[in-house]
């Protein structure tokens, strides 16, 4: 079992960053991939980026490719989204996940992720 509880949402003028951090529970945060996701109001839950158990490989979504980059601290059991030049369509509710992967493997969908974070939105004026 894994708690994760995601922190760092705000309120961000268009142009401007912001970083979430993803802390999980447990001792067992090496086993693995973490990704985030994000949903926006009237839209589904959608990909955002991912980093696989040892954070050798990422995978992003093509519309956040270039802006966010992702990392992990296993020593501290914690996943960050780093987010740079946002836009007013980033505006959503992040989520942090967790799902048993192999040790260098990445995934996009939501059904290989087993344990998700309660969220923290994201606003991003123009």
């Known amino acids: 079992q894994v708690h994760l509880v995601e922190s760092g949402g705000g309120l961000v003028q268009a142009g401007g960053s912001l970083r979430l951090s993803c802390a999980a529970s447990?001792?067992?945060?090496?086993?693995?991939?973490m990704g985030w996701f994000r949903q926006a109001p009237g839209k589904e839950r959608e990909f955002v980026a991912a980093?696989?158990?040892?954070?050798?490989?990422?995978g992003f979504a093509d519309s956040v490719k270039g802006r966010f980059t992702i990392s992990r601290d296993n020593a501290k059991n914690t996943v960050y989204l780093q987010m740079n030049s946002l836009k007013p369509e980033d505006t959503a509710v992040y989520y942090c996940?967790?799902?048993?992967?192999?040790?260098?493997?990445?995934?996009?969908?939501?059904?290989?992720?087993?344990?998700w974070g309660q969220g923290t939105q994201v606003t991003v004026s123009s």
């Open positions: 996940a967790a799902g048993f992967a192999e040790i260098a493997v990445v995934h996009s969908t939501h059904d290989r992720y087993d344990y």
């Open positions: 980093i696989s158990r040892n954070g050798w490989s990422t």
């Open positions: 447990g001792r067992t945060f090496s086993s693995y991939g």
